[in-house]
């Protein structure tokens, strides 16, 4: 029970870990002028499609963690 536990917020700590590094660079780019709103709407997107992989294997790791061995 408690190793279970453990592992849940090991999975949840690497995802979260995962989503700060992809995210890192939005607020350079929210603070730079030079960048267009096409431009930040354009990276915003690639952001928003890369993190989808990680929320469904956090959902899917939570909900079977049969499924990690």
């Given at each position: 029970m408690i190793s279970d536990r453990k592992a849940k917020a090991k999975l949840l700590i690497l995802l979260g870990i995962i989503w700060i590094i992809i995210t890192l660079p939005l607020p350079w780019i929210i603070n730079n002028p030079e960048v267009s709103q096409s431009q930040f709407n354009t990276i915003l997107g690639i952001i928003g499609i890369m993190s989808i992989p990680f929320i469904a294997l956090g959902i899917v790791w939570t909900l079977k963690?049969?499924?990690?061995?």
């Open positions: 963690p049969e499924l990690t061995t």
